[in-house]
């Protein structure tokens, strides 16, 4: 890896391709304005949750994130697809936690900022349910509110909770974290919707933004959390533990756990440069007349500068991820998002996005989540909210200083990989930071096979 500046700099995907040589909107769902005379009304945008995790208890089977953007359940109704309910495990309360994004335009504005929620609870008496706000200036979760005015029973309660100044409960890149927890595991929760309110001025707002289209209700990020094995150069036995599997999409995927499928998406794999010369051609990158290389990696730049070539490049992935969803895998991890910083200049990051907004979708209708595979400096927020990625892969975030790019958008939904070719202290310093928030995982960084020459693979303590 060559040294290069820490801010703004351009990732280089690091262990990815060496795998066979030897990776919702936020959406405004509703916009309200009133007059009373004279004076100009609150305005209000609702945005949807885009992740929701658990990390002490559970969600209904079948249930999805994407229940929780529409209030539709009234009086005694209980369809069950279209709520959420939370679980506490037996003896133990409920700890869970739903991330939103705001789009810049929306936050530079926002007076005030509130939950709206519409759910179905025991009575605080019997069981406590509290929302929490992370606050970012003081890294330290703060009470919005409590089930104090449900009632108990059948019927839903519709909520609203203010969530403090938007100063300090919306990040530099748009990040709320809301946090859910019960004082016991007497009962459970159910939540038919649950929107961040954003309220100023009348006319302030622009028009609500274009929502990128929602995944189906079948897919589902990895656990938060959960141990993680990146096996992109051989397949072996995973260590004991593992819930969590990357493996190159040759490979096949193991039953019981959750495997991601790798895809190197935006530049060939060495062996195979030949059959993409002689049924591609026009999908490898060229300058002058000469292919355009990743000279680290002997792979040749594919060709995402137009349109017609962008959907001619999905045409022939398309068979990559049918591949991926018949063998059992649960997610998809294109890799070579920022292919446009290797491609002397041909390229920008936004044909790359643009290619990787067409993947995505075509996944997601396969029932496959999506990672975002580094890039975070340029994606920043947009990788959830334009593209559609339910959950990011980062490699090296903590040796360069980015894990807030990733965290900020995904929070729990992270894969953070450091190598063991980089200074221990950079994992250390990891796991301090942010180990008991998502997966960290030591690797060597051309992921050798246990008893293989190298082979390093360190969890956090």
């Known amino acids: 890896m060559p040294t290069r500046p820490l801010v703004h700099a351009v990732r280089h995907d690091v262990a990815r391709r060496s795998a066979r040589m030897v990776a919702g909107v936020v959406l405004a769902l509703v916009v309200t304005s009133a007059a009373t005379g004279a004076q100009a009304a609150p305005r209000n945008v609702d945005f949807a949750p885009a992740t929701m995790t658990s990390s002490a208890g559970s969600t209904g089977a079948g249930q999805s994130v994407a229940a929780l953007r529409v209030a539709d359940q009234s009086g005694a109704a209980d369809d069950w697809g279209r709520y959420v309910r939370f679980t506490p495990r037996p003896g133990q309360a409920y700890l869970g936690e739903q991330s939103f994004t705001v789009p810049t335009v929306y936050r530079q504005r926002a007076k005030t900022l509130s939950l709206v929620l519409n759910v179905r609870a025991p009575r605080k008496a019997d069981q406590a349910w509290t929302w929490s706000a992370y606050d970012w200036t003081s890294a330290s979760w703060v009470a919005a509110g409590d089930n104090t005015a449900v009632t108990g029973g059948r019927n839903w309660t519709t909520l609203t909770l203010p ?26 929760l159910d939540l038919d ?38 096996q992109l150069n051989q397949a072996y036995t995973p260590p004991a533990g593992v819930r969590v599997l990357a493996r190159d999409r040759t490979a096949r995927p193991v039953a019981g756990l959750y495997n991601i499928c790798y895809v190197n998406a935006l530049q060939t794999q060495p062996e195979e440069f030949s059959w993409w010369q002689a049924t591609h051609p026009d999908l490898l990158l060229k300058r002058s007349g000469s292919y355009v290389f990743d000279a680290e990696w002997g792979e040749v730049l594919l060709d995402v500068s137009t349109d017609a070539k962008r959907r001619a490049l999905l045409q022939v992935e398309k068979a990559w991820v049918d591949e991926c969803a018949a063998k059992g895998f649960r997610a998809v991890e294109p890799d070579g998002q920022d292919s446009y910083a290797r491609s002397q200049g041909l390229l ?14 075509y996944a997601h209708s396969k029932g496959l989540a999506v990672a975002q595979k580094n890039a975070g400096v340029e994606y920043g927020s947009t990788g959830r909210t334009d593209v559609g990625f339910d959950f990011a892969v980062a490699e090296e975030c903590e040796y360069w200083n980015e894990c807030r790019y990733y965290t900020d958008v995904y929070g729990r939904n992270v894969i953070e990989v450091e190598y063991a070719d980089q200074p221990l202290s950079a994992f250390t310093r990891a796991c301090s930071l942010r180990g008991t928030q998502h997966t960290i995982l030591r690797r060597d960084r051309h992921l050798v096979a246990p008893g293989q020459t190298g082979y390093t693979y360190t969890l956090c303590p």
């Open 163 to 188: 969530l403090g100044r938007p100063s300090q409960v919306v990040s530099a890149t748009g990040a709320v974290r809301v946090q859910l927890t019960s004082d016991s595991a007497n009962g459970v």
């Open 348 to 361: 920008t990051f936004a044909h790359d996005k643009e290619f990787m907004k067409l993947f995505t979708a």
């Open 193 to 230: 919707a649950e929107t961040l309110r954003i309220s100023t001025k009348q006319g302030e707002f622009p028009a609500p933004p274009t929502p990128s289209p929602s995944p189906p209700s079948s897919v589902a990020p990895p656990p938060a959390s959960g141990q993680f094995d990146y």
